[in-house]
T-cell receptor, first 112, second 115 residues
Framework: SQTIHQWPATLVQPVGSPLSLECTVE??????LYWYRQAAGRGLQLLFY??????ISSEVPQNLSASRPQDRQFILSSKKLLLSDSGFYLC???????????FGDGTRLSIL | AQKVTQAQTEISVVEKEDVTLDCVYE???????LFWYKQPPSGELVFLIR??????QNEISGRYSWNFQKSTSSFNFTITASQVVDSAVYFC????????????FGTGTRLTVIP
């Protein structure tokens, strides 16, 4: 069966520090991969998605970036975090664009 | 344009009551998919159901049931005999027929079941 792992679970970072969140999927090949952000009490905002290695599409302009160095690995990064980057970050995978997306446990990011 | 509206921001019910969560969608696609997800306090999103636009048959899974009506562009979710474990935020989502980035979420309904 397929599983998705996301880490770390929580992270507290100072403003201006770098960020690296990692997500890996097991039990499937060539998945679609997604990064979402959920601000406190809000809905989900799609940040990035990827349909293959090295293929990244950005949905919103921001100081975040994403990379997919391997088929089942998706990384969310930032060179300098802003206070507004605080939130709950969720990674997800799906087999096609219309199949259900399955989510990781999320990372709670607090910027001080 | 794709849009999902969940007008109910928060709902509170007493345990064992039935509750219906509303979802209204907009799309120009003739083929599309509708989803419901549950987000418990722990934060992860749990997939509950997917329906395609050609299947308007209502679905029941245990205490959960879904009412899909194309005529009113609605895909409502009913929990029968609610339990405290049902307390969560529930998201309705819409996906068109193509594209990898095609899942549009509503803003969610926070359900609190009071013991």
């Amino acid at each position: 069966s397929q599983t998705i792992h996301q880490w770390p679970a929580t992270l507290v970072q100072p403003v201006g520090s770098p960020l690296s969140l990692e997500c890996t999927v097991e039990g499937t090949s060539n998945p679609n991969l997604y990064w979402y952000r959920q601000a406190a009490g809000r809905g989900l905002q799609l940040l990035f998605y990827s349909v293959g290695i090295g293929q990244i599409s950005s949905e919103v302009p921001q100081n975040l970036s994403a990379s997919r160095p391997q088929d089942r690995q998706f990384i969310l990064s930032s060179k300098k975090l802003l206070l507004s980057d605080s939130g709950f970050y969720l990674c997800a995978w799906s087999s096609t664009g219309t199949s259900p997306q399955h989510f990781g446990d999320g990372t709670r990011l607090s910027i001080l | 344009a794709q849009k999902v509206t969940q007008a109910q921001t928060e709902i509170s019910v007493v345990e064992k009551e039935d509750v219906t969560l509303d979802c209204v969608y907009e799309t120009r696609d003739t083929t599309y998919y509708l989803f419901w997800y549950k987000q418990p306090p722990s934060g992860e999103l749990v997939f509950l159901i997917r329906r395609n636009s050609f299947d308007e048959q209502n679905e029941i899974s245990g205490r959960y049931s879904w009412n899909f009506q194309k005529s009113t562009s609605s895909f409502n979710f009913t929990i029968t005999a609610s339990q405290v474990v049902d307390s969560a935020v529930y998201f309705c989502a819409l996906s068109g027929k193509t594209g990898a980035n095609n899942l549009f979420f509503g803003t969610g309904t926070r359900l609190t079941v009071i013991p």
